[in-house]
């Protein structure tokens, strides 16, 4: 099993900037395609953002141009920058495998409210 801990949340104004981390129990973050997922009060969790082994990314179009996903240089974090964030982007946010997925974590709270 892993275990996924998301940090770096917390309250911004609308367009402001966060940065969240991932870190993991096991260094699996070249093992797997990597995600950060959200989940908004009310709906179903969705991804924003996913790093693929080779260092490919795609991300939701909601976030295209504001969020970048990236793992860190020692490969102990997955890290997504959020920039120009709007209050719809209020979730808690997790990161997992692209898929099939271990538990997820805690997540981290974004709140975006002037």
């Known amino acids: 099993q892993v275990q996924f801990v998301e940090s770096g949340g917390g309250l911004v104004q609308p367009g402001g900037s966060l940065r969240l981390s991932c870190a993991a129990s096991r260094n699996i973050f070249m093992i797997y395609d990597m995600a950060w997922y959200r989940q908004a009060p009310g709906k179903q969790r969705e991804i924003v953002a996913g790093?693929?082994?080779?260092?490919?990314?795609n991300y939701a179009d909601s976030v295209q141009g504001r969020f970048n996903i990236s793992r860190d240089n020692a490969r102990t974090t997955i890290d997504l920058e959020m920039r120009n964030l709007k209050p719809e982007d209020t979730a808690v946010y997790y990161c997992n495998t692209g898929g099939p997925h271990y538990a997820w974590g805690q997540g981290t709270q974004v709140t975006v409210s002037s």
């Open positions: 790093l693929t082994r080779g260092g490919g990314t």
